[in-house]
Every structure is written in C-alpha cells, then in structure tokens.
C-alpha cells in the first residue's frame, strides 16, 4: 500500500509538473540579464537600448540558390519582394525589412524624374532580371555583400525586430512559418529554398525551440530518479 501510495503520490508530480512545465516562458521575457532584477540600471539600460536600437535585433531569412544565378529569375525575384513587403506591413514586432529586392522598384524612379508612381516591378521578366543584375554593378565595393552574393546565388532578407523578449520572438517566427505554409508557391522553386533562420532573434528562437522540447523530458527523467 505504501509502495501504491509513493507511486501515485509521483505520477501526480509528474502530471503537474509537466503541465507547469507547459507554462513556462522559455527565453528572454525582458531585455537584459535574468539574474538581476528589471528595476536595476543594467536591465532599466537595455530596455532604453532595444527601444532606441532597433539595428540590434534582427532575423535574416536566407535565400539559397544550388547554383550561380539562381536569383535572376522573374518569379524568385517576385517571390522575395512579395514575402520582404509581407515582412514590412504583416509580421507584428518587425520595425522594417530589407532585401535587395526591395531596391528594384526604387530604381525605377530613375528613368521616371523620381516620380514615386515609377515605383513598382515591371512586368517584362527579361526587363526585370536585367534590373537585378545591373544594381550589382551600382555602388563602391562590397555595397551589396550583406544583401546578396555577386554570383546571385544567395541572397539575405533582413527583419529588424523591436526586441528579442519570448513572446515577441515566438510571434515572429510562426507568423513567418505561417506565411511559408501558406503560399505553397514558395516551394515550387526548385532551384532555391528559403532558410530560417539566422541573427539574433533567429538563434534565440532556435534555443529557446530546442530548450522548450527537451524541458519536458528533464523533469521527468528527474522525478523518476
């Protein structure tokens, strides 16, 4: 009876710790250091740098290529601006997004005396891939190495997001996914596939992914002894 009782008495920890276990936050929940308190100067500092910074927090999408050249593709070029105004106007936390894409329509207003109406992707794909590769051959050396390699094989999509706190991290990434799930369009590709998810914010949610699937197990293993 006794041995009935120990048992019962851990299978309900384990049932209730595995639901706390549910609850918890994993990651950062405020800017700073989790072993000091959120009125003290360190944290009460971070704070006033992620709200004044935002170029510290990013996530890049990756855009990968199997081959040079890969990007000059109508479609793909369509595929990321699309995704990179998603990114701008959808993904709650993200401040702004940038890729060499957006740069295109910019462009346009060249031939137009900057009139803003000029401001958009033509619709001639020849026109357009050869809009993307001449921006390569614009501005000093290395002007375009964080946006996209010169063989156009890859390219980089930056999010910059308010801060890298739990909640707002894990929005960021499902409303990303989402999308991703969303427009199969993005896989037919078969010559690029785009990457999640590297920078900052990006390794803070893998950690915290990784941390938040094992969590569970630990406590369990250690309750069982």
């Known amino acids: 009876i006794r041995r009935q009782r120990q048992m019962c008495i851990r299978d309900s920890l384990i049932g209730l710790g595995w639901i706390g276990a549910e609850q918890i936050t994993v990651g950062s929940v405020l800017p700073g250091s989790s072993i000091l308190w959120p009125h003290q100067r360190f944290n009460q500092d971070a704070l006033r740098i ?12 990756i855009v990968e290529g199997d081959g040079a050249e890969a990007l000059r593709n109508a479609e793909v070029i369509r595929a990321v601006y699309r ?4 990114l701008n106007k959808k993904v709650p936390g993200v401040i702004f997004a940038r890729s060499i894409m957006d740069m295109i329509p910019a462009n346009n207003t060249g031939g137009g005396d900057g009139d803003p109406r000029w401001k958009f992707l033509v619709r001639d794909n020849a026109e ?17 190495d964080k946006y996209v390699t010169m063989d156009l094989r890859h390219a980089n999509i930056f999010a910059y997001c308010a801060s890298k706190s739990a909640n707002l991290v894990k929005i960021i990434v ?5 999308y991703f799930d969303t427009h199969p369009e993005l896989n037919k590709f078969k010559h690029v596939k ?10 803070e949610a893998a950690s915290n992914e990784v941390v938040s699937k094992a969590q569970i197990w ?3 293993f250690a309750l069982l002894g």
């Not at 995704?83 to 998603?86: G, H, L, P, Q």
């Open 128 to 144: 357009l891939e050869h809009t993307l590769t001449s921006l390569l051959f614009r501005g000093g050396p290395g002007s375009w």
């Open 218 to 220: 630990n406590l369990t």
């Open 174 to 178: 499902a409303t990303i996914k989402n």
């Open 194 to 203: 785009f990457r999640m998810a590297a920078g900052p914010v990006g390794v």
């Open 50 to 61: 992620v709200r004044s910074m935002p170029l510290l927090n990013p996530i890049y999408i």
């Open 83 to 86: 995704f990179s105004r998603f």
